[in-house]
Nanobody, 119 residues
Framework: QVQLVDSGGDLVQPGGSLRLSCAMA????????MSWYRQVPGKERELVAR?????????RYGDFVKGRFTISRDNANNTVYLQMNNLEPSDTAVYHC???????????WGQGTQVTVSS
């Protein structure tokens, strides 16, 4: 059973930075495609970033990222990160990490971590 624990969300002012972390257990991390999604009440969950399974190569970012976020992974520690810079109020959401063996929708999800961008 794959388990994901995401963390790092906080209240931050516009223009600030946060780094989210997601620790995985229960599978061979290096063969897992990892993603970050976010969701606000009343809207569908949207892709923030996705990274390939065995290399530290980002595969896709949401259009709204515009170079502000960076996804990375540490296969030695079974962890994926999302570095978020120049945060905007519109980035306020619950951020979830996701894991899958393929490039499709994640099969497993973290519990979510709240990011609030406000002055």
């Amino acid at each position: 059973q794959v388990q994901l624990v995401d963390s790092g969300g906080d209240l931050v002012q516009p223009g600030g930075s946060l780094r989210l972390s997601c620790a995985m257990a229960g599978a061979t991390f290096s063969i897992i495609v990892m993603s970050w999604y976010r969701q606000v009440p009343g809207k569908e969950r949207e892709l923030v970033a996705r990274i390939s399974s065995n290399t530290d190569t980002p595969l896709r970012y949401g259009d709204f990222v515009k170079g502000r976020f960076t996804i990375s992974r540490d296969n030695a520690n079974n962890t994926v990160y999302l570095q978020m810079n120049n945060l905007e109020p519109s980035d306020t959401a619950v951020y979830h990490c996701g894991a899958a063996y393929t490039l499709g929708l994640p099969a497993w999800w973290g519990q979510g971590t709240q990011v609030t961008v406000s002055s």
